[in-house]
């Protein structure tokens, strides 16, 4: 691992798989790192977990291997070829880069991690968001299901909604690398019917963008920080299990 620094955050540049998941479940300059896919659990609000797993995780080396389901499969499968769309479809506006074992620390929050599926350089200052040249931002993918009303929470909103779990994810970035927004490209699939039709999978595609001068995020990003400054504090250092939180 070689540690690189850069004014926001310091970059862990690491070569494999297996070294970038000891790195990420351990600690860096004495605090644990909690990356910003395991944000919204932290703060006991994903659909994917808890608190208390990221405690699990992180203080009991209780590590979940979901690397072998269908679904994981095909999002890891989906992602490079996920990023060369966008590459082609906003080459126009945006140099994207992609690292992807390198794991962002923030030094202003350090027990903030991050590991990017890629990164973004503004180009032209000619762009319909006003981004300035030379403006850094951060490409995040997502695949997911439509089945019984799964991915509805990307078509909220009149489909400028993020979904909240995801939204935590975007501003966690933000707060590891001071860039300036996050760009989501999300696939959602529904699988055929399996009752004789043939019917033909259906996907819907997409973009959102993070803004970080948009209202409010600021403040969320300053509110995810002391929370999850809090956890690290009140429960992962003093090895003190949090309560579970029962959903219903």
């Known amino acids: 691992m070689t540690v690189l620094e850069a004014d926001k955050y310091y970059r862990l540049h690491i070569d494999s798989r297996e070294e970038w998941q000891r790195v990420r479940n351990g600690k860096f ?3 644990y790192l909690i990356g910003a896919s395991e944000s919204a659990k ?14 699990d995780e992180k203080v009991g080396g209780k590590i979940k291997d979901i690397a072998g389901l269908a679904s994981v499969r095909y999002g890891i499968e989906a992602e ?18 992609y690292a992807p074992y390198d794991i962002i620390v923030s030094k202003d929050t350090p027990c903030m991690s991050a590991t990017l599926d890629g990164e973004i350089v503004v180009k032209t200052d000619d762009n319909p968001w006003e981004f300035p040249k030379g403006m850094k931002g951060v490409f995040e993918n997502k695949t997911g299901g439509m089945d019984h009303g799964a991915g509805d929470e990307w078509f909220m909103d009149h489909g400028k909604t993020i979904p ?42 997409g973009y959102r963008l993070l803004d970080r001068r948009a209202e409010g995020v600021e403040e969320d990003i300053a509110w995810l ?4 400054m ?16 029962f959903r219903f």
Do not use: N
């Open 42 to 55: 932290a703060v006991d609000h994903s659909p994917f977990g808890s608190s208390v797993d990221v405690y």
């Open 29 to 31: 300059k004495d605090h």
């Open 80 to 97: 490079e070829p996920m990023r060369r769309l966008a590459m082609l479809d906003f080459g126009q506006w945006f140099q994207f880069s």
């Open 164 to 205: 909240p779990h995801y939204y935590l994810q975007g501003i966690h970035q933000l707060a590891c690398t001071g860039y300036g927004f996050t760009l989501f490209q999300y696939r959602l699939k529904r699988e055929g019917y399996r009752d004789g039709e043939q019917e033909l999978p259906q996907i819907s595609t």
């Open 225 to 228: 920080r002391t929370q999850l």
């Open 230 to 245: 809090h956890f690290e504090s009140e429960y992962l250092i003093p090895r003190v299990r949090p309560a579970q939180v």
